[in-house]
């Protein structure tokens, strides 16, 4: 069992490109959360996904943020014309209903 | 009304010493309480966690004490080793019907040193 794993783990870009972050859920784990942290500071609630659904999106920024589940594949967390307050960690857990692990996430710097 | 409020923001102890961290929730709903551990360039890792209905929880040298009343809940380290020097959070989730599903809500943070 590899755990959650997450793709890639640093990623730089320029300000205006697009972001794809990648998450693959813990084997037999069919909900998935994404969290950012912000430098010294906690994790923030942005969307929690089931399956081909978006079960809550209440942390997501209402513009430029995206993420999804599908059927088949890792969930992807878009976001689109990158600023510099989006340079983060990114990172992403699974549950079933007896467990919920997070990924060693996803470093974002936006230059 | 989903803020959990964590302190101090930073902690030194030497070896041996007993590190407390104290965290404050407002949602009442709130029904399951872990704490995570977490070092640089790691994701957070369950320590222990607690349910409201007990007041005190014991893992190893980790220690949650949980006070409904006051909806204040605490981690102590017992022993504290230099390994223990790492980030932790605590965080709160609604009820979810007994299951783990459900989103978090984290504390800022605490960072904690353990000198030798």
């Known amino acids: 069992n590899a755990g959650v794993m997450q793709n890639p783990r640093h990623l730089v870009r320029r300000r205006g490109q697009e972001a794809r972050l990648r998450c693959s859920p813990m084997k037999g784990h069919s909900h998935v959360y994404w969290y950012r942290q912000l430098p010294e500071e906690g994790l923030k609630f942005m969307v929690y996904?089931?399956?081909?659904?978006?079960?809550?999106e209440s942390g997501m920024p209402k513009e430029r943020f995206s993420a999804e589940f599908p059927k088949e594949g890792p969930s992807i967390l878009r976001i689109q014309q990158v600023v510099r307050g989006d340079s983060a960690a990114y990172f992403c857990?699974?549950?079933?209903?007896?467990?919920?692990?997070f990924g060693s996430g996803t470093r974002l710097t936006v230059v | 009304q989903q803020q959990v409020k964590q302190s101090p923001q930073s902690l030194i102890v030497q070896k041996g010493g007993i590190p407390i961290i104290n965290c404050a929730y407002e949602n009442t709903a709130f029904d399951y309480f872990p704490w995570y551990q977490q070092f640089p360039g790691k994701g957070p890792a369950l320590l222990i966690a607690?349910?409201?209905?007990?007041s005190e929880k014991k893992e190893g040298r980790f220690t949650i004490s949980f006070n409904k009343s006051a909806k204040q809940f605490s981690l102590h380290i017992m022993d504290s080793q230099p390994g223990d020097s790492a980030t932790y959070f605590c965080?709160?989730?609604?009820?979810?019907?007994?299951?783990?599903?459900?989103?978090?809500?984290f504390g800022q943070g605490t960072i904690l040193t353990v000198h030798p």
């Open positions: 607690i349910r409201p209905d007990v």
């Open positions: 965080a709160a989730r609604t009820n979810a019907g007994g299951t783990s599903y459900g989103k978090l809500t």
């Open positions: 857990a699974s549950s079933s209903s007896s467990g919920y692990t």
């Open positions: 996904l089931q399956k081909e659904n978006i079960i809550d």
